[in-house]
C-alpha cells in the first residue's frame, strides 16, 4: 500500500505544510486582511445550495470531495457549493475569512485549532448533527470535536496515526522484539546500536518532527491531560513534569541519526528503506519513500512504548481532519444536512475510494479494503483512549513555530542547557497567549 500525506500527492516543502497544519504560523490571531480570494462565495441564500470553503487544493483530495459531494447532491437535492483556494493561503488566512464573510461549511482541523475558533464565536455548535452522526465515532473521536464549552463544533472524516516505524526483515534477521516499555525500548536502542544500526532514524531540517517526539514521549510521561493543558498554554514549561520529559529525551538521543538538524524527513527514511536504521517515528506518510512493493510489505509499527504505567499506551497521536460550521451560516439547514452526510460511514467510503492513503474517523466505515498497514492504524485510533494531533494543531501555531520548533533545534543540539530553554519558553509563551 503506497502511503503517503492523506490527500495530498508526493510532499513537496509547501506540501508539508498542508495537513498537519505545520508552519502556516500566522493562521491564528493573525492581524490578515481578508483578501476576496479566500472570500465566501456568496451563493448560499439559496436554500438548494450549500457553500463549502475548502483547503482541499490538491487533485486527489479534490476529486474525492467532488465524488461526496456529487453524492450528496444525489442523496438530499442540495448542491454544494464549493470555493477551493490553496491550502496554506487558506490557513493563513483563517482567521480574517471567518471574520468576514465565510461559507456555510468549511474544512479545518480538530483539536484545539478548532476550540480555538469556536471561543471567539467564529464557529457555530452542531450538538443537532452530533445527536444523528454520535453512533459513528469513538469516544475519543467525540472528545476531539467538542469544544472547550462542551459543544460538539467538529465533524471529522478521515485521520492517520504517529507511531514507531520498522521493518519486519530487520526485526527478523536480528531477532529483535517490539518493545512495549521504556526500559526494552531503550535496550533495544543499545542492542542495534551494537549491531551496526542506527537504532532511531531522525531529519528535523523542517523543524516539525521534533514536535512529534515530544509529543510522545511527553504524554507517555505526563499523561493526556497535562500534555493537553501544556500545549493550551495551561502548565508551565518550567514545571517539574516537562523537565523529566526532556530527560527521557536526552536518554535516547545518543541513538537518535546524527546531524538530525540538517536532514530532511525523507532523506531520514530512506536510511530506514535501506535497513541502515531500525526505527523512525512519524506519521503513516513514512510509506511513501518504501516506492519499491516488497519493500512496502516490510514496513510495519508500534506504538510508541509505555514510560508511566499510569498511563500506559493510551493516547495516540492521530492528526484528525473535517469540517466546521461558519459563525451565520445563509442556509444553516442545508449546511447541517450536508454536516450529518459528512459523518455518515458513506461519505468516509467515497473519500477512502478516492484516496486510500488514510483511515476512516467513523467506526462505522467499510475497513474491508484497507492494507494491513491501514488496518493497524484503524485499529489504533480506535483503541486510543485519548486522541492527539500534534503539537502545532494542539496549541496555537504562533507559538509552535516562532517558539518550539527552534528551542527543540536547539535542545537537539545541545541537551544540557534544557533549563535555561525551558525558562526561555515559558517566558514566551505568558506573552504569546496573553495576546490572545
Not at 201 to 217: R, V, Y
Request: with cysteine; glycine share 8%.
Amino acid at each position: 500500500m503506497h502511503l503517503h500525506f492523506p490527500g495530498h500527492s508526493a510532499p513537496t516543502p509547501s506540501r508539508r505544510t498542508l495537513l498537519r497544519g505545520i508552519g502556516g504560523a500566522a493562521a491564528l490571531g493573525a492581524g490578515i486582511p481578508l483578501l476576496s480570494a479566500c472570500g465566501g462565495s456568496g451563493s448560499a441564500a439559496d436554500p438548494k445550495t450549500v457553500s463549502v470553503g475548502s483547503n482541499a487544493s490538491d487533485a486527489v483530495p479534490k476529486k474525492a470531495f467532488a465524488d461526496i459531494y456529487a453524492a450528496f447532491k444525489k442523496q438530499s437535492g442540495v448542491t454544494a457549493d464549493v470555493n477551493t483556494k490553496d491550502h496554506n493561503t487558506f490557513q493563513e488566512q483563517i482567521n480574517s475569512y471567518l471574520q468576514g464573510t465565510p461559507d456555510d461549511v468549511f474544512n479545518w482541523f480538530a483539536g484545539y485549532r478548532m476550540q480555538f475558533f469556536a471561543s471567539k464565536k467564529l464557529a457555530s455548535p452542531i450538538d443537532d448533527v452530533w445527536d444523528k452522526i454520535g453512533g459513528n465515532f469513538p469516544d475519543a473521536m467525540k472528545a476531539l470535536s467538542k469544544g472547550e464549552d462542551g459543544k460538539y463544533y467538529f465533524v471529522p472524516l478521515y485521520t492517520y496515526p504517529w507511531a514507531i516505524f520498522y521493518r519486519k526483515s530487520v526485526f527478523r534477521q536480528h531477532g529483535y522484539e517490539v518493545p512495549t516499555t521504556w526500559e526494552k525500548f531503550v535496550a533495544l536502542c543499545k542492542q542495534m546500536k551494537k549491531d551496526g544500526l542506527v537504532p532511531i532514524a531522525f531529519g528535523d531540517k523542517d523543524a516539525w518532527p521534533a514536535l512529534g517526539t515530544f509529543d510522545q514521549i511527553n504524554f507517555r510521561t505526563n499523561g493526556y491531560d497535562f500534555h493537553v493543558d501544556l500545549m493550551a498554554g495551561k502548565a508551565a514549561w518550567t514545571d517539574a513534569k516537562v523537565r523529566t520529559a526532556f530527560d527521557h529525551w536526552a536518554e535516547i538521543l545518543p541513538y537518535h541519526q546524527e546531524g538530525a538538524v540538517g536532514r530532511t524527513w525523507q532523506d531520514a527514511a530512506q536510511s530506514l528503506a535501506a535497513k541502515k536504521s531500525g526505527m523512525y517515528l512519524l506519521g503513516t506518510f513514512v510509506g511513501q519513500q518504501f516506492t519499491n512493493e516488497a519493500d512496502r510489505e516490510d514496513l510495519d509499527f508500534f506504538a510508541f512504548p509505555e514510560i508511566d504505567p499510569a498511563y500506559g499506551q493510551d493516547t495516540v497521536e492521530a492528526p484528525t481532519d473535517g469540517f466546521l460550521l461558519s459563525k451565520a451560516p445563509k442556509n444553516r439547514a442545508g449546511a447541517i444536512k450536508l454536516l450529518e452526510y459528512l459523518g455518515s460511514p458513506a461519505a468516509e467510503q467515497i473519500y477512502l475510494t478516492s484516496d486510500p492513503n488514510v483511515v476512516a474517523a467513523s467506526t462505522k466505515a467499510d475497513t474491508s479494503s484497507y492494507s494491513a498497514l491501514q488496518k493497524k492504524a484503524y485499529e489504533m485510533i480506535s483503541g486510543a483512549k485519548h486522541l492527539t494531533q500534534f503539537m502545532d494543531r494542539d496549541s496555537r501555531p504562533d507559538f509552535t513555530a516562532t517558539v518550539m520548533q527552534p528551542a527543540l533545534q536547539k535542545f537537539i543540539r545541545d541537551p544540557k542547557g534544557i533549563d535555561g530553554l525551558l525558562s526561555s519558553i515559558e517566558r514566551q509563551k505568558k506573552t504569546i497567549f496573553a495576546s490572545s
